[in-house]
């Protein structure tokens, strides 16, 4: 498997715990870098634009709301498989479903407050990192 990169965003959920340190390890020692970052308070257009896919699903209206009631931090991350790897070590979108040990079973309270998002596959992870980062601001090393 070559190397990916995929985008990852610390929800405002986790953000609140003042849980970004822990996270971050939890990326590192899983062999992921972050070749980029940045915090954001997204605008609600930001945040549409993001789950633009789930306009139409029935939490839209939830989600959207959650995802501007506080600061994110979104981080390009870089590794070999990057994509599994990220959503592994997330664990299932309901908390209540995330096997033991992973961020979402850690750190989050419930389906709408799940701590985190990454990329599901290659096609959105090179849509969302460049919803977020401009080419010069990858570090890749
Ligand atoms: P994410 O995009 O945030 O990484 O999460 P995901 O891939 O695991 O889940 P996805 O299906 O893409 O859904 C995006 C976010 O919408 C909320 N959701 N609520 N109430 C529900 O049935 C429901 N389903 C999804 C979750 O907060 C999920 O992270
Ligand atoms: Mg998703």
């Given at each position: 498997m070559a190397t990916q990169r995929t985008l990852s965003i610390i929800k405002p959920d986790a953000v609140a715990k003042n849980a970004i340190g822990e996270i971050y390890t939890r990326f590192e020692k899983a062999?992921?870098?972050?070749v980029a970052a940045k915090m954001m308070h997204l605008s609600r257009e930001k945040a549409e634009g993001f789950y633009a896919e789930h306009?139409?699903?029935?939490?839209f209206g939830d989600l959207v709301g959650f995802m501007i009631s506080g600061p994110v931090m979104v981080q390009t991350l870089e590794g070999e498989d990057a994509i599994a790897k990220n959503r592994d070590l997330m664990g299932a979108t309901n908390p209540k479903e995330a096997e033991p040990g992973t961020i979402r079973a850690d750190f989050a309270e419930s389906i709408d407050a799940n701590a985190v998002h990454g990329s599901d596959a290659p096609a959105s992870a090179e849509r969302e990192i460049a919803y977020f980062f401009t080419n010069d601001e990858i570090c890749p090393r």
């Amino acid at each position: 498997m070559a190397t990916q990169r995929t985008l990852s965003i610390i929800k405002p959920d986790a953000v609140a715990k003042n849980a970004i340190g822990e996270i971050y390890t939890r990326f590192e020692k899983a062999g992921l870098k972050i070749v980029a970052a940045k915090m954001m308070h997204l605008s609600r257009e930001k945040a549409e634009g993001f789950y633009a896919e789930h306009k139409e699903r029935p939490f839209f209206g939830d989600l959207v709301g959650f995802m501007i009631s506080g600061p994110v931090m979104v981080q390009t991350l870089e590794g070999e498989d990057a994509i599994a790897k990220n959503r592994d070590l997330m664990g299932a979108t309901n908390p209540k479903e995330a096997e033991p040990g992973t961020i979402r079973a850690d750190f989050a309270e419930s389906i709408d407050a799940n701590a985190v998002h990454g990329s599901d596959a290659p096609a959105s992870a090179e849509r969302e990192i460049a919803y977020f980062f401009t080419n010069d601001e990858i570090c890749p090393r």
